[in-house]
C-alpha cells in the first residue's frame, strides 16, 4: 500500500489499541486517589521518564538520513529542555510533580520497579537499540509520541480531581500538548522509511510491540495502585 494509507491505517490502529483506554487510566481518571496510592504510581512511572531519552537517542544513532535525525533531534531538545535549562527538562518536571507528593530522591533513587515496569524498560531498550531502525521509529513513534496525549489525558484527569495543585502536574499537561507536535515530526520520519513493505511491517511491529508492553505495564500498575493500595 501508499505511504500515506499505510501512515491512515497504522493511526487508525494505534488510537482503538486497548492501551490508550486501559481500565486502570479510566479508574485512575476518576481521582480520589489516597497518598499511598499516587506515591505508588508516581514511583513505577517515573522509571519510564527517566529513560525514555535513551530509546530515543538510540534510534537516532541508527538513522542515516540528516533530515530525519534533525526531526528526532528536535524531540530530543524538547526533552532535556534545550537551550533553556535543566530544571526544565522533562525528567526534572517529573520530579517536581514527585516533591509536591511530599517524595524526595531518596524515594525515587532507592524505589523497586515491578516485574511490569522492568519489562517494559527491557522490551524498549531491545526494540530501540538492538533491532532495524524502522522497528525503533515504530516503538517511539506510534508507541509514545502517537499515543501519550490520549493516554496522559486520563491521567491528568485523575491528578486533579485527587486535589494535585495544577504547577505540580506540569509534566502531563505538557505532553498532553507538545507530544501532537512530536507525532507530527514522528509521522514525517515515518513516512521517510516506509516506502517498502518490509518498513511497514517493522513499524507496525515496533509500534503495536511498544504499545502492548505499555498494556502490561498499566496491567501492573492496575495491581499495585488500585488492588494491593486500596482504601
Known sequence: MSVEQFLERLEVEVASHPALHHPFLKRFAAGG??????????LQHYQLVRVFTSYLEA????IREPEVRDWLHRILEDEY???????RSHAA???RFLRALDLGENDWERAESVPGTRAFIEHHLELTALRHPAVGLGAVGPGHEWAI??????????LRKS??????IEYFTLHV?????????????????AQTEENQARIREGGLASLDARARFWDGLKRVVFE????
Open 33 to 42: 486517589l489516597s497518598r499511598l496510592q499516587l506515591w505508588a504510581f508516581g
Open 59 to 62: 534510534v537516532v544513532k541508527s
Open 81 to 87: 529542555a534545550r537551550p533553556r535549562t535543566h530544571d
Open 93 to 95: 518536571l517529573y520530579r
Open 149 to 158: 496525549p490520549t493516554m496522559f489525558a486520563y491521567l491528568v484527569d485523575g
Open 163 to 168: 486535589g494535585v495543585e495544577e504547577a505540580a
Open 177 to 193: 500538548a507538545q507530544d501532537v507536535e512530536h507525532g507530527a515530526l514522528m509521522r514525517a520520519a515515518l513516512a521517510r522509511h
Open 228 to 231: 494491593d493500595l486500596s482504601s
